[in-house]
């Protein structure tokens, strides 16, 4: 399934999901759409990534808050 992450976490909309590579500052992105593997974050601006991406590592993501 696309909306599958590596770690089986079903990504959906509005999760939120914590920035982990040190550059994003601890910034957190809520989930407003999901398109093709792609999940479509809001904030401050809107931005896609990669489900592939979105998993505990130095540049990945880690779910905070489930919708």
């Known amino acids: 399934m696309k909306n599958l992450t590596k ?14 590579d040190k ?12 398109e093709d593997g792609r999940a479509v974050m809001g904030g401050p601006t809107k931005s896609k990534v990669s ?8 540049t990945g993501w880690a779910l905070v808050r489930e919708s």
């Open 51 to 58: 489900i592939a991406r979105m998993h505990k590592s130095s």
């Open 23 to 34: 550059r994003g500052h601890g910034r957190t992105r809520t989930v407003v759409a999901v």
């Open 7 to 20: 770690e089986g976490v079903e990504v959906k909309v509005g999760q939120v999901w914590r920035d982990l």
